[in-house]
């Protein structure tokens, strides 16, 4: 049997010490599918049903040609480590025993091993890989340059998929579904407000926006909020004057606005509630002639 080598790239390489050797087909042994138990780790938690029954087909005619990993956790029990895709679609084919490397692996290791082999050959989608590399962070607690380094991904590459699950949920399930691209929820994710992130969502879902049209509303809606929050930018006045102001607050019990420039000019706003309100605050001021 030929196994590609290389085939996971040094992500999994950086892993697993004896990589080599199980690329080059060493230690492949035949196991009874009625033994394999699923891996309590596996980061993929959807499985596409019809890519699952054309692979299915593809075993019935060929055969299992890529062995799945998996470690022997009693005399009759193996778990898997990777390749549970593989191994549901012998069961669909009906095969008793399948190829297999068995190896002996910590949990740690199992968590690690599954991720990688995952993203390297099964296309997880985006908050799958999102959740793994948070999983990895949080259970084994690396970094985000440890975790870089450990499965073969640029730093940045990594963030950018963590940045994902700080989209709404329904976002996070229309990236899931493939309603948007990645290039659309990493657009959004520049935007801060959560419900302006779904009300772009559903415009792109019902006027079918690119990529590129997405990131110009973004955009413009950035420039708009940063002009905004110019535009209500108080002036600033002499620190000596912040002591009238509290005591303007104080004679009319509520906020005042306060306001001066550089020449010494300003306004003094004494802000009402209701007409009582107003009623009090003239009182107060006809009480100081």
Known sequence: MMVKRNALGRGLGALIDDAEKMQQGAGIDEIELSKIEANPFQPRSNFNDEALAELSASIKELGLIQPITLRKVSENKYQIIAGERRFRASQLAGLNKIPAYVRKAKDDGMLEMALVENIQREDLDS???????????????????????????????????????????????????????????????????????????????????????????????????????????????????????????????????????????????????????????????????
């Open 127 to 289: 908050i799958e890989i999102a959740l793994s590399y948070q999983r990895l962070m949080d259970e084994l607690e690396y970094t985000q340059e440890e975790l870089s380094s450990r499965v073969g991904k640029k730093r940045s590459t990594i963030a950018n998929y963590l940045r994902l699950l700080k989209l709404p949920a329904v976002v996070q399930k229309g990236l899931i579904e493939k309603q948007i691209s990645m290039g659309h929820a990493r657009a959004m994710i520049n935007i801060e407000d959560s419900e302006t992130q779904i009300m772009i969502f559903e415009q792109i879902i019902k006027h079918g926006f690119s990529v590129r049209k997405v990131e110009e509303i973004v955009r413009d809606l950035n420039t708009q909020e940063d002009e905004a929050t110019e535009k209500t930018v108080k002036p600033k006045y002499p620190k000596e004057y912040k002591v009238v102001k509290t005591q303007l607050d104080q004679l009319f019990s509520t906020t005042i606005d306060f306001a001066m420039n550089e020449k010494g000019k300003g306004k003094i706003t004494i802000p009402f509630k209701s007409k009582k309100d107003l009623e009090r605050i003239v009182k107060i001021i006809e009480n100081q002639k």
